[in-house]
């Protein structure tokens, strides 16, 4: 393998590692709600930013690699937690959703760093996908109906959601930038 080669994959390794670590400490920015047994964190913001700077793939595998880390025991859920538990349980339904919604995203964001492009991606393909698995799982574990499940996991999220996938989408303009600056227009 070529030196350029090498050097490339170094760096794709490396942004996918510091996306593991966002994601390992945006668990740590959480507020419990009285009202819902779903933590508010700074995960939902994270998960967009590493959809939006990574390939499908990279994002795949950063979301992966967190989330068996948390499996694994390192407390990297939200509140210091982790096991098989915390996926396997009433919320794990979220963090199932950042496995699927991550590559989806970064799949269909484009090519062209635009921020219009990356808001309208990670609300209308990002949320729903985090929020339909999150419902899903609160609907069974809880023994919820659907209705109950989306007014305690989804409404009260709803416009913190939107704001956070306004922020990432910034984040993701300006990390593009910054990472990929040989790349022009392009991420």
């Known amino acids: 393998m070529d030196t350029a080669r090498q050097s490339t994959h170094v760096v794709q390794?490396?942004?996918?590692?510091?996306?593991?670590?966002?994601?390992?400490?945006?668990?740590?920015?959480?507020?419990?709600?009285?009202?819902?047994?779903?933590?508010?964190?700074?995960?939902?913001?994270?998960?967009?930013?590493?959809a939006l700077i990574l390939t499908p793939v990279q994002s795949a595998c950063a979301v992966g690699l967190y989330i068996l880390l948390g499996i694994f025991g390192l407390p990297v859920f939200a509140g210091a937690t982790?096991?098989?538990?915390?996926?396997?349980?009433?919320?794990?339904?979220?963090?199932?959703?950042?496995?699927?919604?991550?590559?989806?995203?970064?799949?269909?964001?484009?090519?062209?760093?635009?921020?219009?492009?990356?808001?309208?991606?990670?609300?209308?393909?990002?949320?729903?996908?985090?929020?339909?698995?999150?419902?899903a799982f609160m609907c069974w574990f809880q023994k919820m109906g659907i209705l109950e499940a989306v007014i305690a996991a989804v409404l009260p999220f709803l416009l913190g959601d939107i704001i956070k996938c306004v922020v990432a989408s910034y984040l993701g303009i300006v990390l593009n930038k910054v990472l990929n600056p040989y790349r022009g227009e392009r991420s």
């Open 82 to 135: 982790s096991g098989i538990g915390r996926i396997i349980g009433p919320t794990g339904g979220f963090i199932v959703g950042f496995l699927v919604a991550a590559p989806v995203i970064s799949a269909i964001k484009g090519k062209r760093i635009q921020w219009l492009r990356y808001c309208l991606v990670t609300i209308a393909v990002g949320i729903p996908i985090i929020d339909f698995f999150g419902t």
């Open 13 to 50: 390794l490396t942004k996918i590692a510091l996306c593991i670590a966002l994601l390992c400490v945006s668990s740590y920015i959480a507020i419990p709600l009285p009202f819902t047994s779903v933590v508010l964190t700074a995960q939902t913001l994270v998960v967009n930013v590493v």
